[in-house]
């Protein structure tokens, strides 16, 4: 396995690879991996010949009050992890290689970046979609994935890709779950025992809302009933416990497929979990 | 020479110069096309092996009480020109291309995109920095060229290729102007025989205040000088005439290259020069 920490680096080792035309898979991530990454490592694996992991703690995406500086870097456990996986390359550069000191330029898909997670996170989806069209445009792979965990990420990546005409397949991976249903996320290991305990109740509540809905319940009810369900069985506040449509996050309309999608703390610990509505 | 009206059509006749590792280089236009565009074309064939323009009026650097429906259109003419200049490729996509329906991305510079024409034009370098990273990710060309002529649009432009990290070297090329000084430009057009007998003033006044700041005067008195005698020759309005850091478009500080910028109204035209100060 490679590692490669500069532009120059990593694009000298694509460049080779791309003389004998082989494909190239990323899997962007901020590191600190889980089963979750690794599911798309694989799956980037079975459609391209080569496969490159990023690791890069993204500060543009982060306020200034959030977890930029506790956010969990391990890496030399996530560098065991790829090993074993069999990635061909880790891209992991420095944040002044990324954004050196003059960097000004900012990318944003309007619309559906100020919906939802927008609401609660304003600059999130400017500073990911900024620093996915810079990885994209510097290794320039055939297939990018993404977790569906982060549901609405990538329909925001999706959007930009297209819409900047990156010549790239953007694939979404399935969210991988605990055993108790808890999506895995590198934000987990925030979590207190007694929260950990608490955790999977959000899994619950989504997937309750997305049968009772595919059964023909009113949606409005059906979310105030869960958000209600959270709150008494101990979660701080629910940023939002709501039914979409699948593509643009819109409301909902008949005949389209629906989303359901939920932001809500424990603590200090804010997770985010979706599931999709059975059609 | 080719003409494409697609990406895709577009993108496969520079795949099939790639495999044969051919250099290529690209100029974006507006069409209306000048001995300024035509110049960046020679500057782009002696530098590259195969040579595109496109020719594009996007319509998102127009604001909507600008000249967009109006803007000069001759692709019979363009496309002769560009015939004998021995170019390889015309690119010619439609509005419906470049901006399909739920295209929805900015890019944006920040900065440098708020000063001078961002005053006047608020959304003019988003438009300008949207449609270019478009187009270079489109085409991935080694060398694109822009005429000087528009300094604030290349400064913007290098720094947003520069910040998305696409692999393009970006080069200006000297403004073109008439026997008498006046900038070549495609809205000159627009000039009755009275103003464009008064539009080369603005040249001589930059040229002027050029001379003498460089010989030392003061940057102040001689701007508002020269915006006096503008007005008085029968400008309409100056937007600003100006002494700017050539790299950064600040103020100016000690022993840094420095740049004279103008935007000026006569009539209903908007003519806009600059040029450097001698070091």
Known sequence: MEVARSIAEMRAIVKDWRKSDQRVSLVPTMGALH?????????????????IVSI???????????????????????FAALRHANVDLVY??????????????????????????????????????????KLLVQVMP?????GEKDYQQLCVIRAMARDLDIPVDVLGGETIRESDGLAMSSRNAYLTNAERTL????????????????????IDQVCAAASKGLSESGFKAI???????????EDP???????????????????????AVPA
Do not use: C
Request: a negative charge; zero cysteines.
């Open 35 to 51: 089963e979750g990454h690794l599911s798309l490592v694989h799956k980037g694996k079975e459609r391209t010949d080569k496969s």
């Open 56 to 78: 890069f703690v993204n500060p543009a995406q982060f306020a200034p009050h959030e977890d930029f500086n506790t956010y969990p870097r391990e890496e030399e456990r996530d």
């Open 92 to 133: 992991a550069p420095d944040v002044k290689e990324i954004y050196p000191e003059n960097h000004h330029t900012k990318v944003e898909v309007q619309g559906i970046s100020q919906l939802l997670e927008g609401q609660f996170r304003p600059q999130f989806f400017i500073g990911v979609a900024t620093v996915v069209a």
């Open 142 to 146: 055939d297939v990018a994935l993404f």
């Open 199 to 218: 955790a999977p109740r959000l899994y619950q509540e989504i997937t309750a809302i997305a049968e009772q809905v595919s059964a023909g319940a009113d």
């Open 239 to 249: 940023d939002y416990i709501v039914v979409k449509d699948a593509d643009t996050l």
């Open 253 to 275: 309309t008949p005949g389209r497929p629906m989303r359901v999608l939920a932001a809500a703390w424990l603590g200090r610990t804010r997770l985010i979990d979706n599931i």
